[in-house]
C-alpha cells in the first residue's frame, strides 16, 4: 500500500532539515575552527609587532632604563604594601619627590686640579718702557693678573743612546806589568724591557693606554706614531704588549687572583670576543671575556678580566676555584655549578625584562602588566638609593631592605603568580625569568654586603664592549689573555682612582717576575701608599 501523501512529504521535509542541522553544525565548526586560527594568527601578530618594535628600539632608540615619574604613579605601591602588612607613613624626607638640579660649574682651581701651572708674565714692549711726557724710563711696579689659558703640547718621542761607565784604577794601571792585574769598573745597566728590542717602558705603558684605555686599536697607533716621525707597525706593538703582559703583569695578576678568591662577595659578568687562530675552531666562533671583581663589602675593589674559548660553566668554577660566599651575577645557569656558592641574581637584569615587554607608546600605562613590573622594581631601586644616600652601614643596609623592601617583594611576588602572559611575548619571557629564579632574587635580603645588582660589574666590562667596536677581535689566544691581563691592570688603576699610563709604567719599571714574592707584589698593587703617592694626579 502506498505512503500517504502527506507523510511522504514530512519525511523528505525530516530529512531535508537533518541535512541542514549537519550543515550548520559543520558551518559551526568551521566558524570555531576559524576563529581559532585568527586568534591564533593575531597572537602571531602581535607577537612579531613586539619583536618589531624591540628590534627597532634596539636599533634606533635609547638604551636609557629610566623611568619617568608622573603625579599618582606610587598609589599600585601603597595598596601593595598595605596587603603585604604596611610598614607605616612615609617619613618627610621620603615623600618629597626629587626635583633636578643642575650641576654647579666647577671652578678652574677644580677643573685643573693635579695639572702642572706656570705664571707667564707679558713684559712692556719697547714703546712703553718709556714715559710719554718726558722719556725717563719707567719703573715696574707690579704685575695684573689677566685671564688663565690651558696649553696642550703634543707628544713626541726621542731616541736614547745608552752607553755606561768604564772606569780604571789608575794605580793599578801604573804598576808594573804583570806584578798586579789592572782593575776595571763598569756602571750597572738596568735590564732592557724586551731583550734585542728598542722598546722602552714609557713607550709600551703608552701603547698599552691608548688601546685599553683609550680604545684606539693598534692600526691606529701605527698612523699616529708615523705622525711623531716614528716607523712601528702594528705587529711590533702586538709583540710589545704580549710580551710584557705575559712577562711582567701575569705575576701581578696571579697575585690578585690569590687575594679576590680569599673573599667573601663577589660579582661576575661574561661577553663575546672573536678570536681567529684558535687551534681547531672557526674565526667566526664566538669566546668569551669573563670580568670577576669583589663586591661591596668595604675593603679595596679587585677587578679581573679572563679570556675562555667557550662559555662552559668549569671556566667559572675553575677561575673561583677556593671562593666561598656569595656571588652577585645574572642568571646564567653556568654559574650554578660553584660548589659552596650563594648565588644573588641582579635585580637590574629583571627590570630591563620587563622594561623590553613594555608596548610602545604603553611606559605611563600603569593599567599594563609590564608597566607594573617596571614600577615594582623602581620602587626597590628607590629604598636602595635612599639607603645609601643615608650612609647605612651593612647591619642597617639589613635592617632597612627587611623593613621597606621585604613587604614590596611579597606584593611582587604574589602579583607574579596572578599574571597569565600571552604566549612568546616578552611579557611572559619576564614572568618567567622571575619565577624561575626566585631564591637568586631574595638572596640579597641576607646580608647587606649583598649587591642588589649587578651594575658594578657591567660597569667594568664596558670598556672591553666599548674597545671591541674598535680592534673588532684579537687575532690569536695569546694576544686575547694579553689583553685580558692589561684590562686588568687598567681596571684597577681607575678603580683605585690612579692615573692610568702612570701605573703601567711604574709596573714596566719594576719588572716584576714569576719569582717575585707576594709581599713584593702587594707594593706594587694599586692600593700602597706607595703607588697611589707615585701614580696619582696628572701625566
Known sequence: ????????KIMEYKDTISQLNMTVKSQNEIIVSLRQTIDANNEIITVLNEKVDYLTKKLFGTSSEKSKNVEGQLGLFDEAEQEAGAYGEPSAEESVVREHARKAKGTHAELFKGVPAKDEVIPLSEGQKHCGDCGAEMEVI??????????????????????????????CCEAPAMEKAVSFVKAHVPEALIPHSYASACAVAWTMYQKYAN?????????????????????????????????????????????????????ADETRVQVLKEPGRNAETDSFMW?????????????????????????????????KGYLETDCYQGYNSLPEVKRCC???????????????????????????????????FEYERQSREKGHSYEQRKE?????????????????????????????????????????????????????????????IRPFTVGRRNWL???????????????????????????????????????????????????????????????????
Open 215 to 267: 680604545s684606539m686599536p693598534l692600526y691606529r697607533q701605527e698612523q699616529d706614531w708615523k705622525q711623531m716621525g716614528v716607523t712601528l707597525n702594528r705587529s711590533t706593538l702586538a709583540n710589545w704588549i704580549v710580551y710584557c703582559a705575559g712577562n711582567y703583569f701575569s705575576p701581578l695578576y696571579d697575585y690578585f687572583h690569590r687575594e679576590l678568591v680569599k673573599r667573601q662577595f663577589l660579582m
Open 346 to 380: 641582579c635585580w637590574a637584569h629583571l627590570r630591563r625584562y620587563f622594561v623590553e615587554a613594555v608596548p610602545k607608546g604603553k611606559e605611563l600605562d600603569y593599567s599594563n602588566p609590564a608597566a607594573q613590573g617596571v614600577q615594582y622594581c623602581n620602587k626597590l
Open 1 to 8: 500500500m502506498a505512503k500517504d501523501p502527506i507523510d511522504s
Open 400 to 460: 632597612y631592605r627587611l623593613k621597606k623592601e621585604r613587604p614590596v617583594l611579597d606584593a611582587f611576588w604574589e602579583w607574579v603568580s596572578e599574571q597569565s602572559p600571552g604566549k612568546g611575548t616578552r611579557f611572559e619571557k619576564a614572568v618567567n625569568y622571575a619565577q624561575n629564579h626566585k631564591a637568586g632574587f631574595m638572596a640579597y635580603l641576607e646580608d647587606g654586603r649583598c649587591s642588589f645588582s649587578n651594575n658594578l660589574s657591567e660597569n667594568a
Open 142 to 171: 707690579g704685575r695684573e693678573f689677566v685671564r688663565r689659558e690651558f696649553r696642550f703640547t703634543p707628544a713626541k718621542g726621542e731616541v736614547v743612546n745608552i752607553y755606561r761607565e768604564t772606569a780604571k784604577c789608575p794605580v
Open 291 to 323: 670580568l670577576f671583581r669583589t663586591g661591596e663589602d668595604g675593603s679595596w675593589p679587585i677587578i679581573l678580566y679572563k679570556y675562555t674559548q667557550t662559555r662552559a660553566g668549569f671556566n667559572a668554577a675553575d677561575f673561583l676555584k677556593g671562593f
Open 473 to 539: 677581535f684579537s687575532d690569536t689566544p695569546n694576544g686575547a689573555e694579553a689583553s685580558a691581563i692589561v684590562y686588568t691592570m687598567v681596571e684597577m688603576a681607575k678603580a683605585h682612582d690612579l692615573n692610568i699610563y702612570k701605573y703601567l709604567n711604574h709596573l714596566l719599571e719594576h719588572l716584576p717576575g714569576t719569582r717575585t714574592a707576594d709581599s713584593e707584589l702587594s707594593r706594587l698593587a694599586p692600593w700602597d701608599p706607595d703607588v697611589i703617592s707615585k701614580c696619582s694626579g696628572a701625566m
